[in-house]
């Protein structure tokens, strides 16, 4: 008997075209409000990366208008994360009580891409994602980079994937991820993205989603360009100061969302500042610390302290304080490391306690040079009516520094400079005032609250009683 060989090797080729087949390929990952945090880890999707090929290109808004409450379309690729679940500036949506819009990412040259991961986070509604992506490379005589009110395929544009995030059962709230790719490891050759994206209901104005950003993963980047570089991760980077002389490590592992304002603004500090500081601070036989940390930590108490060459912030503090005093708050500790008055007492134990480092000096001087060095612009050891009844010397950090600022101007512009030598080679007393300015503490104490007086228009002989009511 014949066998029909004919049907059976059409088949077999068949099932070879089906297995060789791309596939696309759609993984959501959802948090709930209880469990997202602004690391944005998830199981099944990558963390947003820092660094991608859709990082510094702008998306422009094609169709719908962007919600004035929120962030523009930098927010999409800027790699920064949103630190809360409600941050509408954050985060781009488009207008409340509209259906969408569409929004388009020019690459800027031909990719091909790997994957298209989305990220969004909102307690409510606006959480979850519902849009279609399409690509491409420009070529088409169709082409047309802004499609409004038109189907994108007829205008040269191939759909990617369509992706829906939200929950049937209606649980909407949380932090969403998507991720689109393609089981042969790449979606295509593409130059531009167009996202349609939609609403995720109509019972009320809020259903425009709060994208927080969206990477384009390159094929042809290296896995390093991405891997351990999440926006959503915390980083221990390893600081070299001038030309490696000096080493810091700062250390933001247990609070991520500090990792973006730690290497735009605390790296290039430690880099210009720790040399000054210890040029500035020198004395017999002290070489300053070769290297330092400067670690943030979640849940930690209180503000900021240092043992050593070890600074530990608390990594709450910090973030409610990133347009305020959070970055000279750093620089405080850091003066502390140069600092080391700790070398006096290792170094002469047997030294009179009076000797060692007062506790108004040890904070008022690194408040001194933060606030009349490094950010005077700010004004905060500034003595007013409401403060003039704390104004004493020894009232330590803002306070001392406005009185070792007050003297230096007049008496002797390297007092902080004699005095921190002091301390740490354990000589300090109060003699010292005497021998640099001529008077003593006290006397300078005296001098420099009758000028504060009548700066400030109070009476010589109830300054104190003045500003205390003021205070009141």
Partial sequence: MRKNTGHLFASVLIFVALAAQAEIKITTDHKSNDEATSSFKFTKVPSPARKDAATGKKFTVIEGERDENGGDVDKLTDGKLPQEQDEPAENFFFNAGTTGGRLGLDLEKLIEIKEINVYSWHPNTRGPQVFKVYGADGKAESFKAEPKGSDPEKNGWKLIASVDTRDKSGE???????????????????????????RTEAEDDFGNTFYSEIDVIDKSASADATSGTSAGEGTKETVEIQGGKYIATIDTTDAPYLTAWAQTNVVPMVKEWYPRLVAMFPSKDYEAPKTFS?????????????????IRCAGSWFRSNLKGEALGAVFHEVIHVVQQYGAARRAN????????????????????VRWYK??????????????????????????????????????DKELATKLNAAIREARYSEDLWKEYTGHTVQELDSEWRKELETKLGLQTDGGAEAGAKDKK
Avoid at 172 to 198: C, H, M, P, T, W
Avoid at 296 to 307: E, L, P, Q
């Fill in 172 to 198: 909407n709230g949380g932090q969403y991820a998507s991720s689109i790719s393609d089981s042969e490891g790449s979606l295509g050759k593409y130059r531009y993205l167009l996202f349609d994206v939609s």
């Fill in 294 to 310: 400067i670690t943030f930590i979640d849940g930690m108490r209180g503000v900021a302290n240092t043992g050593g060459t070890r």
């Fill in 374 to 411: 490094f950010e005077p612009q700010l004004h905060g050891a500034d003595i007013t009516r409401r403060n003039f009844a704390r104004a004493k010397y020894d009232g330590s950090y803002r306070i001392t520094a406005n009185f070792l600022n007050w003297t230096s101007e007049k008496y």
């Fill in 349 to 368: 134990p047997d030294a009179p306690r009076r000797s060692r480092a007062p506790g108004w000096l040890t904070e008022g001087i690194p408040d001194y």
